[in-house]
């Protein structure tokens, strides 16, 4: 059939062009997709809904009712039809890094708030589309309050893994615990801040209570000293050995049914065992002691690792643990690090690639 269009002469009416416009949408409701599909684009534009008018105006008046909240759509929590990838178990999923101020009991001095930052995740089975993240931050602030310790991190545990309906879950709580420290000969002191974390993980209906600790040291190479100390006594030529400022993060696992492991308890663990902490305030004699505390404590690295394995190991509030230290080399242009641990709470096969370079004193 020829369609024979007849070229407009005049402009048409607006009258005409709406009768035009309601036939075209008329004609577009019983029409067939491959029948739309050939129409130019222009034409399909002219048909389609008028794109609304929105309210723009903030609504500060409104108010949510039940009805209302039960409509609103929930994709997160929505069915499995609606997972993409692999249709697999996910071992943990939450949210890290909100931060709130929590109380902290402490053995020396009484309890302390501390700005907090905390991790939260839950194990997600291979049907679930997804968690609702917020009920993990709703039910830890229904603790925050309390002054914590892990009997109360168990329970907001408890609550969001319950919540949530998650088989194995995990809480992460990292703090910068500030402590009275002496100077060596001046009398004079100040406050060191550790790096502190405390961990709280649940799997297989197994729980285990992680305390993890940056201890900041300094370490003269024994290699150094002894060379140095040879030019002396040889060549009457003055040389001095290297040292550098070293990190040991410091893991444990809290053993069952032991008295309390506190922060100070820690710290004056990895203190007694390498007792060449960096000082805080120092006077020229403080400085002075500080060279002769080193030349009496040389370590390489591997001496760094096994030093703190003794003291740990003798402790029996101490279950598993794990030790990593970096001594940043002053003579070298790179890091020594070692790694050692004991029981399988922190054995494993692979390091985070990171673990090493995460070892600095942020100052």
């Not at 709130?100 to 402490?106: C, D």
């Not at 190991?313 to 790694?339: I, K, T, Y």
Request: with cysteine; charged share 25%; aromatic share 8%.
């Amino acid at each position: 059939m020829n369609i024979h269009v007849t070229e407009m002469t005049e402009t048409p009416s607006r009258a005409e062009l709406e009768t035009a416009l309601a036939r075209l949408k008329a004609w577009m409701e019983t029409a067939s997709p491959e029948e739309i599909s050939a129409l130019d684009p222009a034409v399909t534009r002219l048909a389609a809904p008028a794109y609304p008018v929105f309210e723009r105006r903030y609504p500060a008046d409104f108010t949510v009712d039940a009805a209302y909240k039960d409509g609103l759509p929930d994709l997160q929590n929505g069915p499995s039809s609606l997972i993409k990838g692999a249709n697999r178990q996910i071992q943990h999923v939450g949210i890290s890094n909100f931060r709130l101020p929590i109380r902290y009991h402490t053995r020396d001095n009484g309890d302390l708030t501390l700005e907090t930052s905390v991790t939260g995740t839950v194990s997600l089975e291979a049907d679930k589309k997804g968690i609702n993240m917020s009920r993990i931050m709703r039910s830890f602030y229904t603790h925050a309050e309390k002054t914590f310790s892990f009997e109360v991190i168990e329970a907001a545990l408890e609550d969001y893994k319950s919540d949530l309906e998650s088989f194995d879950a995990r809480i992460q709580m990292r703090l910068s615990f500030p402590a009275k420290v002496a100077s060596l000969r001046s009398g004079l002191s100040g406050y060191q801040y550790y790096d502190i974390a405390l961990e709280l993980v649940e799997r297989g209906g197994l729980r285990q209570k992680l305390v993890h600790l940056d201890y900041v040291y300094s370490s003269t190479c024994p290699c150094s000293l002894e060379l140095s100390e040879h030019a002396r006594a040889t060549r009457n030529q003055l040389a001095t050995p290297h040292s550098q400022r070293s990190v040991a993060r410091i893991s444990v696992e809290l053993a069952e049914g032991q008295p309390c492991l506190w922060f100070e308890d820690l710290i004056e663990m990895a203190r007694d065992a390498v007792p060449t902490e960096t000082q805080v305030m120092v006077k020229r004699e403080d400085e002075q002691a500080f060279a002769e505390l080193n030349a009496a404590n040389p370590i390489f690295v591997e001496d760094a690792a096994r030093l703190f394995a003794e003291r740990l190991h003798a402790d029996p509030r101490v279950g598993d643990f794990r030790v990593a230290a970096s001594h940043q080399e002053s003579l070298h242009s790179h890091d020594a690090v070692s790694l050692l641990t004991e029981g399988e709470t922190f054995a494993q096969a692979s390091l985070d690639p990171h673990l090493f370079a995460s070892l600095i004193h942020r100052g």
